[in-house]
C-alpha cells in the first residue's frame, strides 16, 4: 500500500511516520510537505535514502505537483494532517489558515477524488465544536461552533471532507482528537514551550487564571487512531480521539517545573488569550467501540518521559528557537 502523509514533517506527521514504517512493514510513505516554519526536516533525518520512504517538499495548495505525486508514486490512501496548527498564530495573522486548511484541504479532495484513493483520512481537532462549560463531554454529534480563525478553518475543511463523503462518494474518515503532546512538539505549543522555558529558567507565560482545561492524549495514542481509523473506519464516519485526561493548564505548568526541578516563582500569569475556550473533553466511546482503539499512555507517566526527552534533545528544541533548524533543510532540499 502506498500512502500519501501530508504534513508528515510536524510533530503528529513525523510520529506517524515511523510508527507506519515500523508496524507496517509493506507500506510506503510519501510525505509531502511544505516545511512552513512548523515543518522540521530534522524530525525525520534519518529516514533518508529509506526504501519505503519518499519526502517531496511541496504544498498542498499545488494542484498539479498533486496529481503529480498520487500519479507516479500510484497513492492508495491518503492521511492528511498538513495544516496551520497553532491557535495563537491564527489570531495573529488568519490568512494563511484560511489558505492551507480550507483552500488546501479542497484541493487536496480533488486530486483524491481524480485519482480514487480507497481512503482519505482527515485529521480533525476537539476545537471544531467550540467550548464547553464545566460539566458534560464532545461526542460526534456535538454542534460544531468554532471559537478561533484556527478552529474555525479546521470545521471548515472537516465539514468539506465529509461533503467530499456525501456528494462525490470519497471514501472519507475524519478523526477529532483532542490536544497531544509528546516528542517532537514545537516549542510554541503548551507543554514544549513551559518546558524549554522552565530548563532555562525563563518565565512560564500562564494566559488569562490558567483554570482553562485541555484534554491531554499522548501524540503515540492519536496515531495509533489515526492508523486504526484508515483501516476500520467506515466511509464518511467521524470518530472521536481522546485519552479522558482532562487537566488545568496551572496544574500542567506545576507539574512541568516539578518534575524540571525548578520553583512555582518562575510562573507568569499574562494577558489572556482572546476568544479563548474554556474547557475541552472529549468522548471517544465510538472509535474505543468500532475501531478496537484505546489509549496505552497514562498522563502522569507519559508526561514525565515527555519531559526528559526534551531535557535529552535540548540541541533539537534549541535550533528551533535559534532557528538554526531552517539552515539544515536549506542545504537539503
Ligand atoms: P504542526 O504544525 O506540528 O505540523 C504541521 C505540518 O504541516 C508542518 O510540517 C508543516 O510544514 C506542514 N504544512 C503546513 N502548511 C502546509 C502546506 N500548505 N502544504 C504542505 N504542508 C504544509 O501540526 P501538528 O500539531 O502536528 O498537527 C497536525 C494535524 O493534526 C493538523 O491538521 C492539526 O490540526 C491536527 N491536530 C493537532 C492536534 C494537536 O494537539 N497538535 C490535535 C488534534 C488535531
Ligand atoms: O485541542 C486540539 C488542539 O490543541 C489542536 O487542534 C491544535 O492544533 C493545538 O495547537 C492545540 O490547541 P490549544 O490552543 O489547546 O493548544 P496550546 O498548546 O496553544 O494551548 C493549550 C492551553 O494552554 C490553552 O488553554 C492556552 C494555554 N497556553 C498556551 C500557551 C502557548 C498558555 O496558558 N500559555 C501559553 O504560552
Not at 17 to 38: F, G, H, M, Q, S
Not at 99 to 127: I, M, P, W, Y
Not at 233 to 242: K, R
Request: charged share 25%.
Amino acid at each position: 500500500m502506498n500512502v500519501l502523509v501530508t504534513g508528515g514533517s510536524g510533530f503528529i506527521g513525523s510520529n506517524l511516520v515511523r510508527l507506519i514504517l515500523t508496524e507496517r512493514p509493506d507500506w510506503r510513505i510519501v510525505n509531502l510537505d511544505k516545511l512552513t516554519y512548523a515543518g522540521n526536516a530534522e524530525n525525520l533525518a534519518d529516514l533518508e535514502g529509506y526504501a519505503r520512504y519518499r519526502f517531496v517538499r511541496g504544498d498542498i495548495c499545488n494542484g498539479e505537483l498533486l496529481a503529480d505525486v498520487f500519479q507516479t508514486e500510484r497513492i492508495d490512501a491518503v492521511m492528511h494532517l498538513a495544516a496551520e496548527s497553532h491557535v495563537d498564530r491564527s489570531i495573529l495573522a488568519p490568512s494563511v489558515f484560511i489558505e492551507t486548511n480550507v483552500r488546501g484541504t479542497q484541493v487536496l479532495l480533488e486530486a483524491a477524488r481524480e485519482f480514487r484513493v480507497k481512503r482519505f483520512l482527515h485529521v480533525s481537532t476537539d476545537e471544531v465544536y467550540g467550548s464547553l462549560g464545566p460539566t458534560g463531554l464532545f461526542t460526534e454529534k456535538t454542534p460544531l461552533d468554532p471559537s478561533s480563525p484556527y478552529s474555525a478553518s479546521k470545521a471548515a475543511s472537516d465539514l468539506l471532507a465529509l461533503a467530499y463523503a456525501h456528494t462525490f462518494e470519497v471514501p472519507v474518515v475524519v478523526t477529532r482528537c483532542s490536544n497531544n503532546y509528546g516528542p517532537y512538539q514545537f516549542p510554541e505549543k503548551l507543554i514544549p514551550l513551559m518546558i524549554a522555558n522552565a530548563i532555562r529558567d525563563l518565565p512560564l507565560p500562564v494566559y488569562g487564571d490558567g483554570m482553562n482545561v485541555r484534554d491531554w492524549i499522548h501524540v503515540e495514542d492519536h496515531c495509533r487512531g489515526l492508523l486504526a481509523a484508515l483501516e476500520e473506519g467506515a466511509d464518511g464516519e467521524v470518530y472521536n480521539l481522546g485519552a479522558s485526561s482532562e487537566r488545568h493548564n496551572l496544574e500542567i505548568v506545576k507539574q512541568v517545573l516539578r518534575l524540571v526541578g525548578k520553583p512555582e516563582t518562575l510562573i507568569d500569569f499574562v494577558k489572556d488569550r482572546p476568544g479563548h475556550d474554556r474547557r475541552y473533553a472529549i468522548d471517544s466511546t465510538k472509535a474505543r467501540a468500532k475501531l478496537a482503539w484505546a489509549p496505552r499512555h497514562r498522563f502522569e507517566e507519559a508526561l514525565a518521559a515527555t519531559v526528559r526527552w526534551y531535557v535529552d534533545h535540548r540541541p533539537w528544541w534549541e535550533r528551533i528557537i535559534s532557528g538554526e533548524y531552517v539552515k539544515y533543510y536549506e542545504r537539503q532540499y
